[in-house]
T-cell receptor, first 111, second 116 residues
Framework: GNSVTQMEGPVTLSEEAFLTINCTYT??????LFWYVQYPGEGLQLLLK?????DKGSNKGFEATYRKETTSFHLEKGSVQVSDSAVYFC??????????FGSGTKLNVKP | DAGVIQSPRHEVTEMGQEVTLRCKPI?????LFWYRQTMMRGLELLIY????????DSGMPEDRFSAKMPNASFSTLKIQPSEPRDSAVYFC??????????????FGPGTRLTVL
């Protein structure tokens, strides 16, 4: 079945460090791919998305590129801030709108 | 837009009691999803509806769980009887299903359920 695997956390970085959170997918066909962010006590918020191969999603300094050849959608940010501390979820969506989420990666950014 | 609305935000109940969680999706959205989030199991899809019809309820853990969507603007998730292991945060999400490819889901703030 369809699934997403993302790196386990927590990931601890100093402010202004470079961030990469790995995500790979297994799917029949070509899913849409998403990154969501969850701040403490809140629901998930869409961070960025890509709907086809080679698409790059970007938002708030975060980027991820849909790589069909490596079935990956890694999340990157060049310079993290303390306010980026949250849990990040990679997800795939099939043609029937059903999503499959990764297990989440907690990011801690220290000043 | 008000976003996805869930109520109550917090629920504390005793084992054996009936619990009803409510969700109002974003107006115009025709897909609705119920998720459960715990530290041990992460985010789990319980059930989802397209155009008010349940499509996949394979994630509903037991017969104690039931969900309804009587119209496009309202859904309930009911647990009867509740047990301590049902303690979790329950999220409702909605999206607009159109064409091919998954459309982003918009999540509500969640209901934190504690069963004593």
């Amino acid at each position: 079945g369809n699934s997403v695997t993302q790196m386990e956390g927590p990931v601890t970085l100093s402010e202004e460090a470079f961030l990469t959170i790995n995500c790979t997918y297994t799917a029949t066909g070509y899913p849409s791919l998403f990154w969501y962010v969850q701040y403490p006590g809140e629901g998930l918020q869409l961070l960025l998305k890509a709907t086809k191969a080679d698409d790059k999603g970007s938002n708030k300094g975060f980027e991820a590129t849909y790589r069909k050849e490596t079935t990956s959608f890694h999340l990157e940010k060049g310079s993290v801030q303390v306010s980026d501390s949250a849990v990040y979820f990679c997800a795939g969506g099939d043609n029937f709108n059903k999503f499959y989420f990764g297990s989440g990666t907690k990011l801690n950014v220290k000043p | 837009d008000a976003g996805v609305i869930q109520s109550p935000r917090h629920e504390v109940t005793e084992m054996g009691q009936e619990v009803t969680l409510r969700c109002k999706p974003i107006s115009g959205h025709n897909s609705l999803f119920w998720y459960r989030q715990t530290m041990m199991r992460g985010l789990e899809l319980l059930i989802y509806f397209n155009n008010n019809v349940p499509i996949d309820d394979s994630g509903m853990p037991e017969d104690r769980f039931s969900a309804k969507m009587p119209n496009a603007s309202f859904s309930t998730l009911k647990i009867q009887p509740s047990e301590p292991r049902d303690s979790a945060v329950y999220f409702c999400a909605s999206s607009h299903m159109a064409g091919t490819g998954g459309r982003e889901q918009f999540f509500g703030p969640g209901t934190r359920l504690t069963v004593l």
